[in-house]
Each structure stands twice: as C-alpha cells, then as structure tokens.
Nanobody, 120 residues
Framework: QVQLVESGGGLVQPGGSLRLSCAAS????????MGWYRQAPGKQRELVAAITRGGTSNYADSVKGRFTISRDGAKKTVYLQMNSLKPEDTAGYYC??????????????WGQGTQVTVSS
C-alpha cells in the first residue's frame, strides 16, 4: 500500500525558513506529478507548488520567489524549501502525488499533513 509521509513542519519566526519533505513508500511502478497543498483554518485547501516527473514546476503567486519545490526520484521524495516565511503562510501542509501501482493503476494520494506556524 502506498503511503506519503511528510516531515519538517514546525514553528518559525517571520522571515525564517523551513524545509518540508514527503517520502513515498510501498510498492509502486512510477511516480508522476508531485505537489504541496496547504489549508489554513476556515479556508479551502490550495495548491502551493507542483513538480512534474520531468522537473517542471509551478507555484502559487503568493509563494513565488520564496518557496522552491524539488524532487529526488531515487529517494521517491519531494521537498518544499520555504524561505522568507510570513504569518499568512501558517497552515497545514499536505503532500500530494499521482502514483501508478499494479493494484490501482494510476491514482492520487495524499499525505497526513504537517503543520507550519509562522509567528513571533
């Protein structure tokens, strides 16, 4: 069974940095697009950044120039480097990936989420 496990969240002061990681585990054929979403209390979940298997990335306007998404195919891991963090970046951050397995074919998976809190 495929699982996505995030790590790296925490409490950081405004202007600080955090690096989130999300590792895929289980038996899989291939990992396609991977991405990070976030959801703040009372708000809808929104795309933060995504990256294709070929390395093409896109970002929400609110994080462009501050966040960088990357992936390591060998480690089946996607990262989100977050710099110049602002209080409005506070949210639960969720990893998402399209993964192909023998049992389910190509399907979409979510991680359990990791909390990022930006506060002084």
């Amino acid at each position: 069974q495929v699982q996505l496990v995030e790590s790296g969240g925490g409490l950081v002061q405004p202007g600080g940095s955090l690096r989130l990681s999300c590792a895929a585990s289980g038996t899989m054929i291939s990992i396609f697009d991977m991405g990070w979403y976030r959801q703040a209390p009372g708000k809808q979940r929104e795309l933060v950044a995504a990256i294709t298997r070929g390395g093409t990335s896109n970002y929400a306007d609110s994080v462009k120039g501050r966040f960088t998404i990357s992936r390591d195919g060998a480690k089946k891991t996607v990262y989100l480097q977050m710099n110049s963090l602002k209080p409005e970046d506070t949210a639960g951050y969720y990893c998402n990936a399209d993964i192909a397995t023998l049992s389910r074919g190509r399907a979409n998976y979510w991680g359990q989420g990791t909390q990022v809190t930006v506060s002084s």
